[in-house]
Nanobody, 123 residues
């Protein structure tokens, strides 16, 4: 059973960059589509970005498009979310998730989830 482990969160200032990684433990991401979601306490988890299993398609929420980039390595072990020009409203717990499904912006589509990593952006 593949397990997902996020890393790379932390405290940064507005305008800074941060790179989150999602590692597949006990297997690989082979043929999994992978998404990133985030959640602020008291609010629903929201879609951030996703990448198709073959890396040919990427999807972004409007609020992060142009600032965040999702990628995956050829060994299918790590999926990365590069975040630039961070804003205080990007503060959240970020989760990676994996699915064989096609509706990559839908939280319900994902069956594997990591434990989350905190990103805090100060103004």
């Amino acid at each position: 059973q593949v397990q997902l482990v996020e890393s790379g969160g932390g405290l940064v200032q507005a305008g800074d960059s941060l790179r989150l990684s999602c590692a597949a433990s006990g297997g690989t991401f082979s043929r999994y589509n992978v998404g990133w979601f985030r959640q602020v306490p008291g609010k629903e988890r929201e879609f951030v970005a996703a990448i198709s299993w073959d890396g040919t398609s990427t999807y972004y929420a409007g609020s992060v498009k142009g600032r965040f980039t999702v990628s995956r390595d050829n060994a299918e072990i790590t999926v990365t979310l590069q975040m630039t020009s961070l804003k205080p409203e990007d503060t959240a717990v970020y989760y990676c998730a994996a699915t064989y499904g096609r509706y990559l912006k839908a939280e319900a589509e994902y069956r594997l989830w990591g434990q989350g990593t905190q990103v805090t952006v100060s103004s």
